[in-house]
């Protein structure tokens, strides 16, 4: 059984993560997507939301065989990964700018514990450039965000900030 963790915010949940789960469905059986529990960050959406909000919009990603949950998780994350009994931590590459941190993070969580590996995933150009940060920017400025998010996504922001 290979089982990984898909790790994030998902403040919220863009069409460039969907795009990255639905990729590592070929390589994994059980992915857990797992929205951190970060009470320094002031997010958009309760973490409840988000995780609501990926169970809505996960079965439109093609996952085979590939079962997908979705989770919470708080503190360290390869310890969270272990108690999971997950052998990769998965994390998106949209550039190169992103492969530092991302870099750093993986050999932090190697030096915490080397059981468990990172695996980065490119993700489709088409989404090279979004963010969630950025998505909800050009949201709540009035701009479109269809497309980078699924209509879903969009609806519930609409919810909270309003706009028709
Ligand atoms: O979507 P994000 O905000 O880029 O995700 C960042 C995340 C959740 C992967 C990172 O903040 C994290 O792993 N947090 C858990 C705390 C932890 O393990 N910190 C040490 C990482 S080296």
């Known amino acids: 059984m290979r089982r990984a963790i898909y790790p994030g915010s998902f403040d919220p949940v863009t069409n460039g993560h969907l795009d990255i789960i639905g990729r590592c469905c070929k390589l994994f059986d059980e992915i857990t997507i797992a929205v ?13 939301e988000r995780q609501a909000i990926l169970r809505e919009v996960l079965p439109r990603v ?3 065989e ?17 108690a999971q009994e997950a052998g990769a931590i998965v994390r998106g590459i949209r ?5 530092e941190y991302e870099l750093q993070m993986a ?12 695996v980065f995933m490119m ?42």
């Open 36 to 48: 951190v529990v970060n009470p320094q960050k002031r997010p958009l959406f309760t973490v409840e």
């Open 62 to 64: 093609e996952a085979g």
């Open 66 to 82: 590939c079962r997908l949950t979705v989770d919470s998780f708080e503190g360290l994350l390869v310890q969270y990964a272990v």
């Open 95 to 99: 550039a190169i700018s992103d492969y």
């Open 107 to 118: 050999l932090m969580n190697r030096r915490l514990d080397p059981r468990i590996e990172t």
């Open 123 to 164: 993700s489709a150009e088409a989404y090279s450039y979004v963010s969630s940060r950025l998505v909800k920017e050009v949201y709540q400025l009035g701009g479109s965000v269809t497309g980078l998010v699924p209509a879903a996504v969009e609806a519930r922001m609409r919810e909270k900030l309003g706009r028709t």
